[in-house]
Every structure is written in structure tokens, then in C-alpha cells.
């Protein structure tokens, strides 16, 4: 989700751009796995699985921040239901792509549901105290911990995340616990507004290589769509072609 048109703040973009930068890394280094460049197993090993985290957590934090930044001062409802159909649409088109390209590890439930579900859950969090958005935080961060069980089990649940048993997947982000980033994203765009550093923000412009470098962040889905197939039709030409 992003903040609306004409009240765009380039500190937010720049750091989808960051985001995005570091998961075609993650996704690069996956792909020369696959075809055999890097040693098997190199992304699931060391700190490259916390890395993976953090690409995730990043998105989600910054849809809930983008999200009170759009809606804070009130709900834009049709603003609001264009993008989260946009969004929305992408995950369904990820999820029937990945279906038939990737089989059993086929993308069920991942980081554009992810963003979408937080999203819409989001708008009850908006007008709620601070204290307790983050204390729901905390409890959607915990709840894997201490509530899986075999009842969840059901492919019916495996959007929730308390199953005790995960599909392979090539992607995935359950509500929980990853509706904590988006919930700490609104926040944590509160309490700036509480000291009135968006105003600040909003009036900071980046020149030359900091403002090019927006751009990525003001298309981040568009880039999150076609960045993998990019990337995996490179890999597979450089193996092919140049070997």
C-alpha cells in the first residue's frame, strides 16, 4: 500500500528501493543455487534465511507506515479498495503462476497476501491507542510460538500459520506471525506524526542519484512481478549459453 499521489515523501520510496535491491540479491543468489553457481543449500544456510526476514519484514513494516501515512487522517475508501484490489489481483497471479510453474511448492500464501490481509486488517488499528497496536504486534509475533496445533493443519488454515506441518513452498508469509511488522509499520508512522517529523519528510527532496533512485520505490510491485522471471531467464541463459 502507498501514500497517496501528491503527498509522496522520498525517504519512504528510497527505502522500497533498498528493499527491493536486497531481495534481487536474495532472489539472484537463489537462482545461481539453482543452477548449480553457487553450493546447494547456500540461501538456507548462515545468515541468508535472516536476510530473507528482514526483505519480508521491511515490505510488511513499510505497507503499515504507507498505510497510515494514505489513511491516518481518514479512510480514502476508494483509494483504499483500488490498491487493495491491485494488490490483491497480483497475489492471486502469483499464486495460479507459481501453481503451474513450480508445482507442489506452488506460492499458497506469500508477501503480496501477506501485505493484503495486514492491510485490510490494518484499517481497525488506525484509530486504536499506539500501546495497543503494538501489544497486538507482539501477540501475532508470539502466537506461533504457543498456539500451532494439529486442528490448523487443514490446507484451509495455511494462511493463518499455526499449522504444525508446512507444504514446501517457494514463499510464504502467514498472518502470523507476519502481521506484526505491518501493525508495528503503523506505529511506528503514529509516533512520528505525534513529533511531527512527517512534515519534515515531506518537504525533503533527494537530487540527482538519491531522486533516480525513488523510482524503483514508487513501483515496487510492478518490480516485484517481473523481477524473478528477469532474473531466473538470465541465470538459465549465462548456464546455457555461456558455459
Keep these: 500500500m502507498s501514500q497517496s499521489p501528491q503527498n509522496r515523501i522520498a525517504a519512504i520510496d528510497l527505502a522500497r528501493t533498498v528493499a527491493l535491491a536486497c531481495m534481487v ?26 536476510f530473507a526476514r528482514g526483505i519480508a519484514s521491511s515490505f510488511l513494516f513499510l505497507a503499515g507506515v504507507s498505510l497510515w501515512l494514505a489513511h491516518g487522517q481518514g479512510i480514502r475508501w476508494p483509494a483504499f479498495w483500488r490498491r487493495f484490489a491491485t494488490v490483491s489481483g497480483a497475489a492471486v497471479l502469483v499464486t495460479v503462476a507459481t501453481f503451474y510453474g513450480m508445482g507442489e511448492q506452488f506460492i499458497r500464501w506469500g508477501i503480496l497476501h501477506a501485505i493484503a490481509a495486514g492491510s485490510l486488517i490494518g484499517l481497525a488499528f488506525l484509530r486504536l491507542p499506539t500501546i495497543l497496536t503494538i501489544a497486538v504486534a507482539a501477540a501475532a509475533f508470539a502466537a506461533p510460538h504457543y498456539l500451532r496445533a494439529p486442528m490448523f493443519d487443514g490446507v484451509e488454515w495455511i494462511w493463518l500459520g499455526l499449522s504444525t506441518t508446512i507444504p514446501p513452498m517457494m514463499d510464504y508469509e502467514p498472518l502470523l506471525p507476519w502481521l506484526c511488522p505491518v501493525l508495528l509499520g503503523i506505529a511506528f508512522a503514529r509516533l512520528l506524526e505525534r513529533v511531527g517529523w512527517w512534515d519534515g519528510l515531506r518537504l525533503w527532496q533527494p537530487m540527482g542519484l538519491g531522486r533516480a533512485l525513488t523510482w524503483p520505490g514508487r513501483h515496487s510491485l510492478a518490480i516485484y512481478l517481473i523481477h524473478q522471471p528477469m532474473l531466473f531467464g538470465a541465470v538459465w541463459a549465462y548456464t546455457v549459453l555461456g558455459t
Excluded at 540479491?25 to 535472516?50: E, I, K, Q, R, S
Aim: hydrophobic share 55%; aromatic share 24%; proline share 15%.
Design 25 to 50: 540479491v536474495f532472489h539472484l543468489t537463489f537462482d545461481l543455487m539453482l543452477f548449480g553457481h553457487v553450493p546447494p543449500g547456500t540461501v538456507f544456510a548462515g545468515p541468508w534465511p535472516w
